[in-house]
């Protein structure tokens, strides 16, 4: 039982870190479309104008570059912290 109980742990640890990452990845999306809208929208309408759309169509792509910049960013730094953790345990 303690065995189990060892190798449940980091698992547990895991699926909290990637609900963690999860929510935070919700809030900032619900952050940058609450700034797109601000930035964008000056009256809303039943109708997009151009120059409105294509600011959304702006700040939607640098949203989407940062996200995947910032998706690479942590990956690179968990692979870190692997490759660290199992040199320390070696």
């Known amino acids: 039982m303690n065995g189990q109980g060892a190798t449940a742990d980091p ?3 895991q ?3 990637i609900e963690s990452q999860k929510q935070r990845f919700q809030q900032l ?4 479309t609450e700034v797109c809208w601000e930035k964008c929208m000056d009256k809303p309408g ?3 104008d ?6 959304f169509v702006n700040c939607v792509e640098r949203f989407i570059d940062t996200s995947q ?3 690479n960013r942590l990956e690179q730094t968990q692979r ?6 199992e040199t320390m345990s070696e």
Do not use: D, N
């Open 11 to 13: 698992q547990l640890q």
């Open 46 to 48: 039943p109708k997009l």
């Open 80 to 85: 870190g912290k692997g490759s660290f953790s």
């Open 15 to 17: 699926f909290i870190e």
């Open 29 to 32: 999306v619900h952050q940058m």
């Open 50 to 55: 151009s120059r409105t759309e294509m600011c």
């Open 69 to 71: 910049f910032i998706l």
